[in-house]
């Protein structure tokens, strides 16, 4: 959401080449997840010839190659931040769509009374994107809880990043044991369903104002 926003707020501003810059920053968004998946290991690779042991290894920050994706804590950092990156252009698309729509005259008002460009941003610009900010974050805290394909194809699960859907396809598809994946799916379906609630009073009351 925070590199959203800002990615937002920069693309807002009039300058040369804002179209195309747009669509390259749309690109983890719409580039099939198993491309970019498998480029993401590609360059996290244990072996010296992964990219970023290469590189590392060439500056002489490491002398011996890292399996970083298969380091526990550090993996899940990782699948953390290849969720930010691949999702951002989303809530970038949400933000500037209600940036555009914000009446100008707020900011003439603000200008009149001496406001900077911090004051105008936090009196102006986030309060009329309260309502988009918080269906963004509901949203995207859903999908990310219920999340599969990435974290599967980046670590298949394991040194920490067993998250609750992993979990219902181990226990159902390698293990088979089918009562507890269907448990596991229950239990993951009741605490979306309190998501989805709050994510459509959240919407209503937006709808109203």
Do not use: C
């Given at each position: 959401?925070?590199?959203?926003?800002?990615?937002?707020?920069?693309?807002?501003?009039?300058?040369?080449?804002?179209?195309?810059?747009?669509?390259?920053?749309?690109?983890?968004y719409?580039?099939?997840?198993v491309?970019?998946?498998?480029?993401?290991?590609w360059?996290?690779d244990?072996?010296?010839?992964?990219?970023?042991?290469?590189?590392?290894?060439?500056?002489?920050?490491?002398?011996?190659?890292?399996?970083?994706?298969?380091?526990?804590?550090?993996?899940l950092?990782l699948?953390?931040?290849?969720?930010?990156?691949?999702?951002?252009?989303?809530?970038?698309?949400?933000?500037?769509?209600?940036?555009?729509?914000?009446?100008?005259?707020?900011?003439?008002?603000?200008?009149?009374?001496?406001?900077?460009?911090?004051?105008?941003?936090?009196?102006?610009?986030?309060?009329?994107?309260?309502?988009?900010?918080?269906?963004?974050?509901?949203?995207?805290?859903?999908?990310?809880?219920?999340?599969?394909?990435?974290?599967?194809?980046?670590t298949?699960?394991?040194?920490?990043?067993?998250v609750l859907?992993?979990?219902?396809?181990?226990?159902?598809?390698k293990?088979?044991?089918?009562?507890?994946?269907?448990?596991?799916?229950?239990?993951?379906?009741?605490?979306?369903?309190?998501?989805?609630?709050?994510?459509?009073?959240?919407?209503?009351?937006?709808?109203?104002?």
């Open positions: 959401m925070v590199i959203g926003l800002v990615a937002a707020l920069l693309l807002n501003r009039p300058f040369r080449a804002r179209g195309v810059t747009r669509a390259i920053f749309l690109f983890p719409v580039a099939p997840i491309s970019v998946a498998f480029v993401w290991k360059i996290l244990p072996r010296p010839s992964g990219v970023i042991n290469d590189i590392l290894m060439g500056l002489g920050v490491i002398e011996l190659p890292k399996a970083y994706l298969a380091t526990r804590g550090l993996a950092l699948v953390i931040v290849f969720e930010a990156w691949r999702y951002f252009p989303f809530a970038m698309l949400m933000i500037l769509a209600r940036l555009q729509a914000i009446d100008r005259t707020l900011y003439e008002a603000a200008d009149v009374d001496g406001a900077n460009t911090w004051q105008k941003f936090q009196h102006v610009t986030l309060p009329e994107l309260r309502y988009v900010l918080g269906a963004i974050f509901l949203l995207r805290l859903i999908w990310t809880f219920n999340k599969f394909d990435d974290i599967f194809l980046l298949g699960g394991g040194f920490g990043t067993n859907p992993v979990l219902t396809y181990q226990f159902s598809f293990s088979f044991d089918f009562g507890k994946g269907a448990a596991n799916a229950m239990i993951l379906l009741l605490i979306l369903v309190v998501f989805l609630v709050v994510y459509a009073s959240t919407i209503m009351k937006g709808a109203e104002e």
